[in-house]
């Protein structure tokens, strides 16, 4: 009898011990984004921040602090526009929309080279995944963007033609290599003459990884700190 109980005992622990090991939950997995630059013809480096949202990924509508009356616009292609943009809305309280293309742009830096220039010699309005709603609450719209082969991304045409800008305040701000506006801010001014443009804060791609104090001062020369 005694044998017949130590056989049960021993069982039931066997089997407590397997039922436990099943219970482990498998480890997740990430990937890494690729490194890649801003500005097509323009940049200083090989590698920059990468993205946080995929481009092509249904956009959200703009991420929304309560009672704010301007937006931080960007387009970032390698993330240098999107590290400024997120320090602009951090000192401003500013809502934030990321324009990102209905059609995602390629990873691969020589390709997008000859795919920006195609889309400038066409005059293109690539199509935005997303849209801002309420446009007309924000009396001042922070718009960034890099240095495309001496323009702003033609997507950024996009973005003008399809808002309306009348009575709002345009603040500009570009990434670049060190080609700056290159006469961008007029072609704004064209675009938008019912708006009024500020003066613009260009930075190189060595100060977008902490551009904290250039922003400060610029909102503060523009009449727009907090």
């Given at each position: 009898?005694?044998?017949?109980?130590?056989?049960?005992?021993?069982?039931?622990?066997?089997?407590?011990?397997?039922?436990?090991?099943?219970?482990?939950?498998?480890?997740?997995?990430?990937?890494?984004?690729?490194?890649?630059?801003?500005?097509?013809?323009?940049?200083?480096?090989?590698?920059?921040?990468?993205?946080?949202?995929?481009?092509?990924?249904?956009?959200?509508?703009?991420?929304?602090?309560?009672?704010?009356?301007?937006?931080?616009?960007?387009?970032?292609?390698?993330?240098?526009?999107?590290?400024?943009?997120?320090?602009?809305?951090?000192?401003?309280?500013?809502?934030?929309?990321?324009?990102?293309?209905?059609?995602?742009?390629?990873?691969?830096?020589?390709?997008?080279?000859?795919?920006?220039?195609?889309?400038?010699?066409?005059?293109?309005?690539?199509?935005?995944?997303?849209?801002?709603?309420?446009?007309?609450?924000?009396?001042?719209?922070?718009?960034?963007?890099?240095?495309w082969w001496g323009d702003m991304p033609m997507i950024l045409y996009t973005f003008l033609d399809t808002y309306d800008f009348s009575g709002k305040t345009i603040a500009p701000f570009v990434t670049s290599g060190g080609s700056g506006f290159s006469g961008t801010i007029r072609t704004i001014e064209s675009m938008e003459p019912n708006a009024a443009v500020t003066e613009g804060l260009s930075l190189g791609s060595?100060?977008?990884?902490?551009?904290?104090?250039?922003?400060?001062?610029?909102?503060?020369?523009?009449?727009?700190?907090?």
């Amino acid at each position: 009898m005694k044998k017949f109980l130590s056989l049960v005992l021993t069982l039931t622990m066997v089997f407590s011990l397997a039922a436990c090991g099943n219970n482990g939950s498998p480890e997740g997995s990430s990937l890494a984004a690729p490194s890649q630059t801003e500005n097509p013809a323009t940049s200083e480096e090989s590698t920059t921040p990468s993205e946080s949202t995929p481009q092509g990924e249904e956009a959200s509508q703009p991420e929304t602090e309560a009672g704010a009356t301007s937006l931080v616009v960007y387009f970032s292609w390698s993330g240098n526009t999107e590290s400024v943009a997120q320090e602009i809305q951090a000192q401003t309280g500013a809502d934030l929309f990321e324009i990102i293309p209905a059609e995602p742009y390629t990873d691969d830096y020589n390709t997008l080279l000859d795919i920006a220039q195609e889309e400038q010699a066409n005059d293109a309005r690539p199509a935005i995944a997303g849209t801002v709603a309420n446009f007309e609450q924000y009396d001042v719209v922070y718009l960034g963007y890099p240095n495309w082969w001496g323009d702003m991304p033609m997507i950024l045409y996009t973005f003008l033609d399809t808002y309306d800008f009348s009575g709002k305040t345009i603040a500009p701000f570009v990434t670049s290599g060190g080609s700056g506006f290159s006469g961008t801010i007029r072609t704004i001014e064209s675009m938008e003459p019912n708006a009024a443009v500020t003066e613009g804060l260009s930075l190189g791609s060595s100060q977008t990884a902490n551009p904290g104090s250039d922003v400060a001062q610029w909102l503060s020369d523009i009449g727009l700190s907090e």
